[in-house]
């Protein structure tokens, strides 16, 4: 089975810290992707990545940066924290392939509160 | 741009009962894929079932299938004889075809309860 693990499951931070969020998967995937989920709003994608060291903006990057230093491992870096950035954080990954090959494989996920 | 609707912000069903949630999207492909994901309250989102576009076959896994509709844009998931475990919020989504790393757009969501 795939494992996606999250670094965390709750989080408090404060206005303006550096957070990071780490995300490992055991898969030998490709791709992997940062999300947050918000009530009302579904799951927005952040950034994705599609191999080491290669990045890209997803549909709400504004305040956020990722790393992506070895293939199983994707972090998710506020870089400097605001209250409107609290919400669930999720993790995934998949292959790089045709079709259902890319069905993404979620982690458990991160609940980041920012005070 | 690609959208999906889920319109049914919280459902409810008795055990044992069937339920069908909606999902419709728009887009201008003609092929791509759609999926239905459920995230129980542990918050640990799971794959419960996908469908290829060109495939004309109905997807089905085990008490959980699709109505597929593509000239509608329509892919409702379907729950028999509910268990109180289908307790969760059910996400649905869309791919575009390959080339694209496999980016998925979402829904809303739909929060279903099971009731005993």
């Known amino acids: 089975d795939v494992k996606v693990t999250q670094s965390s499951r709750y989080l408090v931070k404060r206005t303006g810290e550096k957070v990071f969020l780490e995300c490992v998967q055991d898969?030998?995937?490709?791709?992997m992707f940062w999300y947050r989920q918000d009530p009302g709003l579904g799951l927005r994608l952040i950034y994705f990545?599609?191999?080491?060291?290669?990045?890209e903006k997803g549909d709400i990057p504004e305040g956020y940066s990722v790393s992506r230093e070895k293939k199983e491992r994707f972090s998710l870096i506020l870089e400097s924290a605001s209250t409107n950035q609290t919400s669930m954080y999720l993790c995934?990954?998949?292959?790089?392939?045709?079709?259902?090959?890319?069905?993404?494989?979620f982690g458990p996920g991160t609940r980041l509160l920012v005070l | 741009a690609q959208t999906v609707t889920q319109s049914q912000p919280e459902m409810s069903v008795q055990e044992a009962e069937t339920v069908t949630l909606s999902c419709t999207y728009d887009?201008?492909?003609?092929?791509?894929?759609l999926f239905w994901y459920k995230q129980p309250p542990s918050r640990q989102m799971i794959l419960v079932i996908r469908?290829?576009?060109?495939?004309?076959q109905n997807a089905t896994e085990n008490r959980f299938s699709v109505n597929f509709q593509k000239a509608a844009k329509s892919f409702s998931l379907k729950i028999s004889d509910s268990q109180l475990g289908d307790t969760a919020m059910y996400f649905c989504?869309?791919?575009?075809?390959?080339?694209?790393?496999?980016?998925?757009?979402f829904g809303q969501g739909t929060t279903l309860q099971v009731k005993p």
């Open positions: 990545s599609y191999d080491v060291k290669m990045k």
């Open positions: 989504a869309f791919m575009k075809p390959p080339g694209n790393t496999g980016k998925l757009i």
């Open positions: 469908q290829e576009a060109y495939k004309q």
């Open positions: 887009t201008s492909e003609n092929n791509y894929y």
């Open positions: 898969m030998d995937h490709e791709n």
């Open positions: 995934a990954s998949s292959l790089r392939g045709q079709g259902l090959q890319e069905t993404q494989y």
